[in-house]
């Protein structure tokens, strides 16, 4: 069982970038897939939400209007569009599954979580 997050890197203030989150050994058919990012010295914070039962996404309010989430059965692979990316998007960015998400005072909160993959490095730098 593993979730590999891929497709950091630097990208200059105003660009995009898309990250993958693929799964192996379960099918992500049947959870809530999130997206967290940690700078350091900052907390954990949740950005994304994509959950499979209804296909509903949830964004923290951080990056709604600029980020965008979807999913590929056929991969078994949960993307993150990251658009107009600004210095503050600067992290290490990891994608968890659980059974379901919400908002909660403005950020993505993941529930009953129970795998968690390795981060990828996104830097926004001129």
């Known amino acids: 069982v593993q979730l590999q997050a891929s497709g950091g890197g630097l990208v200059q203030p105003g660009g995009s970038l898309t990250l993958s989150c693929a799964a192996s050994?379960?099918?992500?058919?049947?959870?809530?897939i999130a997206w967290f990012r940690q700078a350091p010295g900052k907390e954990r914070e949740g950005v994304s939400c994509?959950?499979?039962?209804?296909?509903?996404?949830y964004y923290a309010d951080s990056v709604r209007g600029r980020f965008a989430t979807s999913k590929n059965s056929d991969k078994n692979t949960v993307y993150l569009r990251m658009n107009s990316l600004k210095p503050e998007d600067t992290a290490k960015y990891s994608c968890?599954?659980?059974?379901?998400?919400?908002?909660?005072?403005?950020?993505?909160?993941?529930?009953?979580?129970?795998?968690w993959g390795q981060g990828t490095q996104v830097t926004v730098s001129s």
């Open positions: 968890a599954v659980g059974s379901y998400c919400a908002v909660v005072h403005g950020v993505v909160r993941l529930y009953e979580d129970d795998y």
């Open positions: 050994g379960f099918t992500l058919d049947y959870y809530a």
């Open positions: 994509f959950t499979s039962t209804d296909r509903n996404t």
